[in-house]
């Protein structure tokens, strides 16, 4: 009984699988990314910051009550007053101000895109990289398992003297380096595996099967310049930076109207003389602006200004940049793996059958098996490589433009 309860717990635990295709894979990301529920939460702050500034009124109403006592001829009388007292803008900064955070809302919301325009992206090369993973790990298993079918035959081969051992030492060899390789890419495997079971939310236990990747377009897309100015109507970051500034502009207009004009403070009062008339009236100052004319919030305004700015001019260059960089891989990548796929890759592929079935007829020697083969599988797992470095480019460039992969070659740089 022992027995069977230690096996029992040395068993791993049972897990489900989930078959996920990329659009599947992209849309449970932005449901559930915690970067994109951020973002989203990040616009209550500029929302509260316009309703508050909506209003011309600087600050709160004050509410005073005063009693005081009266002494007249030897007699005691106590008079009550109560006041209302509101400072106003009259030069409208409270409206300028809102319409600042009103520009901040919009970058908010704008970098609210930006964070799906980056857990898209995450979610794509997490998809690509475990199905590349699992077809890596599908070869590697392949060439294990003849590789121990080999070593099988030379065993029987160097019992019956038709081979030396040297010959079944190099089948014994190779057999044991594919199955290393074997349970590397299923270690691989399996963590790619985690790494999108993350990105998708999925519970402990449920492992991620990807459906096939969508074929690269065997067009190019149009050249850095159409992409950038694509790039730069497209971009939600850059729209960010954008607003960001004209909000910051719109802020030194605003601290520039406190610090030179005057506001009014209206007040009404009420109140009683004790054992005689009631009291109405109301009272209207002026707050001048003659010591403290706003330097303070005026020198802040301007260095956010100043750093808004230069913000937009880094996202620009960070865009051009990106874009650059992306494309160059992208068109590099690819032509490398049409080139891989028509000349090395079939070549590859035929030479792996071709060496099968002349083992089996004995026109080669177990060497040459355990070369050719390891070559053409070689050739394949380069192939795999070589691809995913494609679908990475393809998925970074289009993230860079900020379209879907699929619209990537039909983008025109004008706005959509």
Excluded: C
Excluded at 54 to 80: C, H, K, M, Q
Excluded at 238 to 243: H, K, L, T
């Amino acid at each position: 009984m022992l027995a069977v309860v230690l096996a029992a717990a040395l068993l791993p635990a049972p897990q489900d699988t989930v078959s996920v295709s990329l659009t599947d894979a992209v849309r449970r990301a932005l449901d559930l990314s915690p970067i994109v529920a951020a973002a989203r939460g990040a616009v209550a702050a500029p929302r509260g910051e316009r309703s508050q500034a909506i209003w011309p009124f600087p600050v709160n109403p004050t509410l005073e009550f005063a009693r005081l006592r009266r002494t007249s001829g030897g007699a005691t009388t106590y008079d009550r007053e109560l006041a209302l007292v509101q400072d106003v803008e009259i030069a409208g900064q409270g409206f300028v101000r809102a319409g600042a955070a009103g520009k901040r809302v919009r970058a908010a919301e704008a970098l609210v895109a930006d964070a799906e325009r980056l857990a898209a992206l995450e979610a794509r090369l997490a998809f690509s990289t475990l199905a590349l993973a699992e077809r890596r790990a599908a070869l590697v298993d392949s060439a294990a398992r003849f590789g121990e079918r080999l070593a099988a035959v030379t065993r029987r081969q160097l019992d019956a003297g038709a081979i030396n051992l040297l010959e079944h030492n190099a089948a014994v060899l190779d057999a044991a380096r594919q199955r290393s390789a074997a349970e590397r890419a299923r270690a691989e495997r399996t963590a790619t595996g985690a790494d999108l079971a993350r990105v998708l939310a999925l519970g402990a236990g449920t492992v991620p099967r990807p459906e096939p990747l969508p074929p690269l377009s065997n067009r190019e897309p149009p050249g850095p310049d159409a992409l950038l100015r694509a790039a730069l109507a497209r971009r939600p970051d850059y729209s960010a930076a954008e607003w960001e500034a004209r909000g910051a502009r719109q802020d030194v207009t605003a601290t520039g109207l406190d610090g030179w004009i005057p506001s009014l403070q209206l007040g009404l009062v009420s109140g009683r003389e004790e054992g005689s008339d009631d009291l109405f009236g109301f009272t209207i100052g002026v707050s001048v602006p003659l010591f403290r004319r706003n330097q303070a919030a005026r020198g802040a305004a301007a260095a956010r200004r100043s750093a808004a700015d230069a913000g937009l001019e880094a996202v620009r260059r960070a865009i051009q940049a990106d874009v650059e960089a992306a494309f160059a891989r992208y068109v590099l990548a690819r032509r490398a793996e049409r080139r891989f796929a028509e000349e090395v890759l079939r070549a590859a592929t035929e030479n792996v059958t071709l060496t099968e079935r002349a083992f089996a007829e004995g026109k080669v020697g177990i060497a040459d098996v355990v070369v050719l083969r390891s070559t053409a599988v070689a050739a394949q797992l380069e192939y795999l490589e070589v691809l995913a470095d494609a679908y990475e480019g393809w998925f970074r460039l289009a993230a860079a433009v900020g379209v879907a992969p699929d619209e990537l070659n039909d983008v025109t740089g004008e706005q959509p």
